[in-house]
């Protein structure tokens, strides 16, 4: 489960610089928002349920609520991007506008490319976006605060329209190859998604595919790229995170709450996966 938008708020723009061998470790899914990422340098590789495709500097991926996806490096180069989460009501006056169908036409075209002066207006655009995001957050007045909140939105419809009306989809150039992952992968990857608050066993979930607990083993590492152990263990991970920062339930009801019958060995598991603690994780992360 991907990371939800900060408690209170319906729009986040960040800056981030990763290294070569940054990746998604499973597949995520967002559920409260829209997401918008700006490619500076580097190049990834986007694994969905249906396709995978490539991402390279100058274009603009977006990935709409319930869409579980993916990133892994596409070289060896460091990577860095701008990217945007915004909520559907976030964006409500424009799709009153123009139609509730328009961002679902704009993110059917993803990933996106550019002309060569387009693309640098775009990447200019969003980063006078995250200047006034920051400016946005450091307000200490209502009066400035109610600008500057206006001056996001303004720029960051600015940004939506412009990538509506200048970029050309690149899928048709960037599809590696369609059916990232089988059927009943996906099934089994749902079916976790769903129980994961329960005590799964790997035998429950290879009777959804109808295969053999040794077949559907092989399947699942060969095509997730970790144990179904691990990938369990991963997912109730995420969901402490959201919980973390969504609510302010203690780390031993979260622990309970997310399938972890030890709240020791879930902190354990956070720290070795996320490299600090849930508290440490919160204290960084909720503001």
Excluded: W
Aim: aromatic share 12%; with cysteine; proline share 5%.
């Amino acid at each position: 489960m991907a990371l939800p938008l900060p408690q209170g708020k319906q729009f986040t723009i960040i800056y981030r610089m990763l290294s070569s061998d940054f990746e998604m470790t499973s597949m995520e899914v967002a559920s409260d928002h829209y997401s918008l990422g700006f490619i500076i340098h580097g190049d990834r590789k986007v694994i969905t349920p249906t396709k995978t495709f490539m991402l390279h500097a100058g274009f603009i991926n977006g990935m709409p609520p319930y869409a579980y996806h993916r990133t892994i490096p596409g070289s060896s180069d460091y990577y860095e991007n701008y990217l945007i989460k915004f909520s559907p009501d976030y964006v409500k006056e424009l799709t009153d506008s123009l139609g509730a169908q328009f961002l679902d036409n704009l993110y059917a075209q993803f990933p996106k490319e550019f002309d060569d002066e387009d693309r640098k207006e775009l990447f200019s655009l969003a980063k006078t976006l995250l200047d006034a995001y920051d400016h946005l957050n450091k307000c200490d007045n209502p009066e400035d605060e109610r600008v500057a909140q206006l001056k996001v939105k303004h720029l960051f419809y600015a940004l939506l329209l412009m990538i509506n009306d200048k970029g050309r989809s690149a899928r048709e150039k960037t599809v590696l190859h369609n059916k990232a992952l089988s059927e009943p992968i996906m099934e089994a990857v749902y079916f976790v998604e769903k129980n994961y608050k329960k005590s799964l066993k790997i035998e429950d979930v290879a009777a959804i595919s109808g295969y053999s607990v040794t077949y559907f083993s092989k399947l699942f590492c060969a095509q997730l790229g970790k144990p179904f152990s691990e990938y369990l263990c991963l997912t109730r991970l995420k969901h402490v995170q959201n919980l973390l920062l969504s609510t302010d339930m203690s780390v031993m009801d979260i622990s309970l709450e997310c399938g972890f019958s030890y709240p020791g060995n879930m902190t354990a598991s956070f720290k070795k996966e996320f490299g600090m603690t849930p508290l440490q994780f919160r204290k960084q992360n909720k503001n």
